[in-house]
Structure formats: C-alpha cells, structure tokens
C-alpha cells in the first residue's frame, strides 16, 4: 500500500533551518510527484511547492522562493523539504502529499503523510 | 493568486443527516478541485476529485458538484467518523490554494 513516512517532529531557533523528510513506499516513486503543504495554527493549509519524483523539477510558492528547496533521492524514495531563516510565523505542522510528476498535471494530491510538527521559538 | 472561499466555517449536525459545504473560487477552476477531510493527528484524506469524481474507498455518500467557480460537497446519513475539518483545494494553477475550512461538529 502507499504510504508516505515523515520525519520526527523539530524545535529551532528564530534564524535556523529545518530538514521535513518525506520517505515513500508502495508505489514507483519516479511517477509521481511530491507537493508540500502546511498547517499553521488556526489557518487553513498552505501549499509551499512541488517537485517531480522523475526528474527534480521544482516549482515553489512565491511566498517560499529563496527560502525554500524541495529535493529527492530516488535511490531511498524519499523527498525532502528544507526551509532556511526560520521565524515563529513558520510555527506549523508540515505535510508532504504524492502528486502529479508533471507541474501542470492537475493530479490531485491522493495520498499523504502525518505531518510534522515545526516549532520556532527562542 | 486564486482565492478559495468556504461555507460554513463550522456546521453542528448529527448522525443521519445530510450536510452541504460549499466552495467558491475567486476565477474559474474549470473541475479542477478537491475535497479533502482532516482528523488531528492523522493523514489528510482526499474524498473527492475532479469536483465530483469518488476517491477510491471513500464511501459513497460523499458526493461532490460543481464546476467553474462554485462548487459543493455533500455528505449523506452522516456517520460519526464523519465528524472532522473538511477542505476544499483547487489544482488548476499554482499556488494550489486551500479553503478556510468547514469543522463538522455532533450536535
């Protein structure tokens, strides 16, 4: 079955960065895509980007851009998330969800992760 | 950007009714939209689709409408398990927005 296992939750400091990894199984991982969304507390989600389990393509929020790098490992089958300059407004539980391999896809986001919790605080 | 607009923010019903949420997108998203359902703790579930298509295994009386820029989810004979945060998301362009959210409440 298709699962996808996050990282453990992370506590940083204002100012510092945060690794999310997102290790999937079940399915052909260079098929599909990887999008990553998150939570903050009493918002709605947030999508802050996808990449292409085929071929690495990025496409990033513009709210993230120069803030954010989305990478895979096709060897392990695992997509990572890292977020640079961390402030307490990133305080958020963060998902990873399989999406569609191309950009445009229109692929719905079919499966998910847990989440994992980041929280800024000094 | 476009801007996803939920109602009701929050909705009180019990078992066996049946409950509409509703969607609005600021411009056309053709069927480009999805409805997904959130528990604490556990993995967002994606109920529906392509505005109106079934995800597999979710029961049939999740139904969804819809297309341009209003859309609706409806559950049927609502079941406890049912009671949860629901989302609409639109996939037509990037950034791939999200609803407010609608949290079903046991009346």
């Known amino acids: 079955q298709v699962q996808l296992v996050q990282s453990g939750a992370e506590v940083k400091k204002p100012g510092a960065s945060v690794k999310v990894s997102c290790k999937t199984s079940?399915?052909?991982?260079?098929?599909?895509?990887i999008n990553w969304v998150r939570q903050a507390p009493g918002q709605g989600p947030e999508w802050m980007g996808w990449?292409?389990?085929?071929?690495?393509?990025?496409k990033y929020a513009q709210k993230f851009q120069g803030r954010v790098t989305m990478t895979t490992d096709t060897s392990t089958s695992t997509a990572d998330m890292d977020l640079r300059s961390l402030t307490s407004d990133d305080t958020a539980i963060y998902y990873c969800?399989?999406?569609?391999?191309?950009?445009?896809?229109?692929?719905?986001?079919?499966?998910w992760g847990r989440g994992t919790l980041v929280t800024v605080s000094s | 950007d476009i801007q996803m607009t939920q109602s009701p923010s929050s909705l009180s019903a019990s078992v066996g009714d049946r409950v509409t949420i509703t969607c609005r997108a600021s411009q056309t998203i053709r069927t480009y939209l999805s409805w997904y359902q959130w528990k604490p703790g556990k993995a967002p579930k994606l109920l529906i689709f392509a505005a109106s298509s079934l995800q597999s295994g979710v029961p049939s009386r999740f139904s969804g409408s819809g297309s341009g820029t209003d859309f609706t989810l409806t559950i049927s004979n609502l079941q406890p398990e049912d009671f949860a945060t629901y989302f609409c998301q639109h996939i037509y362009t990037t950034p791939h927005t999200f609803g407010q959210g609608t949290k079903l409440e046991i009346k």
């Open positions: 990449i292409s389990g085929y071929n690495g393509n990025t």
């Open positions: 079940g399915y052909t991982f260079t098929s599909y895509g």
């Open positions: 969800a399989r999406g569609g391999v191309y950009e445009s896809s229109g692929y719905p986001f079919d499966y």
